[in-house]
């Protein structure tokens, strides 16, 4: 409390209510950038493209990467490409709009200041998304940030950034993929045969978990819920009615089916090698 002719330190509060959700597209696409970074540049940063949803939420869905110098005591920007890349990318979807920047790295760094200043040009309180790729604490950390004034009185002193809160909504077929890519090291890529065995697992472990839910509440063990009753029922209802020797037939034809496709991705491989090869040799002789 201020008393006498005391000034008390304020931060606004209108930036720190924001919240972020991120598309799993933007992820995979920051990691692909930083994949194929130059060598002799230690991170990648761009922009973010979305737009604000009606409550306040800021929608991440799309970004690029933008090249960049960077020293101790400042970063230069390639504007021009930025404006470019902004450009082209609105006239594909020209409800996208600035939101703010990504880089790769753990956290903020003292650079970053100076690129939030450029994009706080660009549009009003942008979010700075960072994505831990170098698996700091063993895994992909993924934050967002918004900078908040610092002012004494009337007067601005300084800038900090504060963390916001951030989803990540991702579908099971987008989220098998994430756990790969956030794991440290992994021996190799699981196939589609491997996939699939992985996905029974854990469909099995789930039909397990219900009929020990449903067990319970009728032994009288736990209360029931009938949110969670209602949800069982309407999954239950609408699987379709088959025998085991159809639902077997079902599974085995699709099994068969997917193991044509990988035979026939193979052969198509093998032929383009063969192709490939081949031109190869008929251009040096």
């Known amino acids: 409390m201020a008393s006498g002719g005391q000034t008390v330190l304020q931060f606004p509060q209108a930036s720190t209510n924001l919240t972020a959700r991120i598309h799993p597209l933007v992820i995979f696409n920051i990691c692909d950038c930083f994949v194929r970074r130059p060598d002799q540049a230690e991170r990648v940063i761009g922009t973010l493209l979305g737009s604000v949803l009606p409550d306040g939420t800021v929608d991440i869905r799309n970004s690029y990467a933008v090249p960049h110098n960077e020293s101790s005591d ?150 029931p819920d009938n949110n969670i009753g209602r949800f069982i029922s309407d999954t239950i209802s609408s699987m379709p009615k088959l025998s085991s020797e159809a639902f077997n037939t079902l599974v085995n034809d699709s099994l068969q089916d997917q193991l044509l496709l990988l035979y026939l991705s193979s052969i198509t491989r093998t032929q383009l090698s063969l192709a490939e090869k081949l031109n190869t040799a008929a251009q040096i002789l």
Do not use: C
């Not at 200041?113 to 700075?128: C, G, K, M, Q, T």
């Not at 990540?168 to 077929?173: G, Q």
């Not at 397990?208 to 067990?215: A, I, S």
């Open 74 to 223: 400042q970063v230069a920007l390639d504007i021009d490409y930025h404006h470019n890349m902004l450009s082209s990318q609105q006239k594909v979807n020209p409800k996208e709009v600035i939101v703010g920047w990504f880089s790769t790295g753990f956290g903020v760094t003292g650079g970053s200041a100076l690129i939030h200043d450029f994009y706080s040009r660009e549009v009003p309180n942008p979010v700075h998304l960072t994505i831990d790729t170098g698996f700091t604490n063993l895994g992909a950390s993924i934050k967002a940030f918004v900078s908040v004034n610092l002012s004494l009185g009337d007067q601005q002193l300084a800038a900090q950034f504060q963390e916001i809160p951030l989803d990540l909504r991702m579908v099971e077929a987008e989220l098998v993929g994430f756990d790969i890519l956030k794991t440290a090291m992994v021996d190799k890529l699981p196939g589609d045969v491997e996939g699939m065995e992985a996905t029974m697992e854990r469909l099995l472990a789930l039909i397990d978990d219900v009929y020990k839910y449903v067990d319970d509440v009728v032994e009288g063990r736990v209360a």
